[in-house]
């Protein structure tokens, strides 16, 4: 509970993954991926509930074995390449069906998330009086530097007006790196989205922004916590 509000975390997890098979559950510096998460969530002096959301009894029981809670067995058609996650999100408040302010989503493929981090966001949305917060981190190429890749090869410049030689020039540009998505649980399920024009950013730095989703992105997060 932050001050008398009180938090539902939840750390979705389904078992398939393209690019980086049953990547959840792999061993990232001496533990599951998913535990990272699991221990930071359970650390924070915030959250008052965490569940996993997953449709694998694998994933299952090893959140289990690190004290996590598996209220229910997510849909199968809430586990599909295609599912929405905000249905997914959707669904766990619906089951849970307690009376809860705040949800708090928790990727278990951002590993580097700490729980400072959780904490920090949750409050500065409690005292920025917001309603809705993404974490966010600094995008490392001016987006003025962009260009597209046209059909027949050729490049052109996203911005063809902007001539910026320098970097120190260019406007600061930031993304969603998945670890931190936070919602009042009632604007959540009017709007379905975390994304609304009040959404406050909570930056973190790129070393803590690490989203997991090719074996690239795993070689980087061990290096950073071995």
């Given at each position: 509970m932050i001050y008398d509000k009180t938090v539902l975390a939840i750390i979705p997890a389904r078992g398939g993954s393209k690019q980086l098979p049953r990547k959840n559950i792999l061993s990232l510096a001496g533990k599951p991926l998913i535990a990272w998460t699991i221990e930071a969530a359970h650390a924070s002096k915030y959250i008052d509930k965490c569940i996993v959301s997953t449709e694998d009894k694998?994933?299952?029981?090893?959140s289990k074995s690190y004290k996590c809670e598996i209220p229910f067995m997510r849909p199968r058609k809430y586990a599909t390449d295609d599912a929405n996650s905000n249905d997914v999100v959707l669904h766990a408040i619906e089951k849970i069906n307690g009376?809860?302010?705040f949800i708090m989503v928790l990727?278990?493929?951002s590993p580097l998330r700490t729980t400072q981090d959780i904490d920090q966001a949750l409050e500065v949305l409690y005292k920025k009086q917001g309603a809705s917060l993404v974490s966010i981190s600094k995008t490392q190429k001016p987006i003025q530097w962009h260009f597209k890749l046209e059909n027949d090869g050729r490049i052109n410049p996203l911005y063809p007006?902007?001539?910026i030689a320098n970097r120190q020039d260019a406007l600061a540009t930031y993304l969603p790196n998945g670890a931190i998505y936070l919602s009042e649980i009632?604007?959540?399920k009017a709007l379905k989205t975390f994304y609304t024009e009040s959404t406050l950013g909570y930056v973190?730095?790129?070393e803590r922004s690490i989203d997991i989703d090719n074996k690239i992105?795993?070689?980087v997060a061990e290096s950073i916590l071995s």
């Open positions: 694998e994933i299952a029981y090893v009376k809860y302010n990727q278990p493929t007006s902007v001539d009632s604007q959540f973190m730095p790129l992105d795993f070689y």
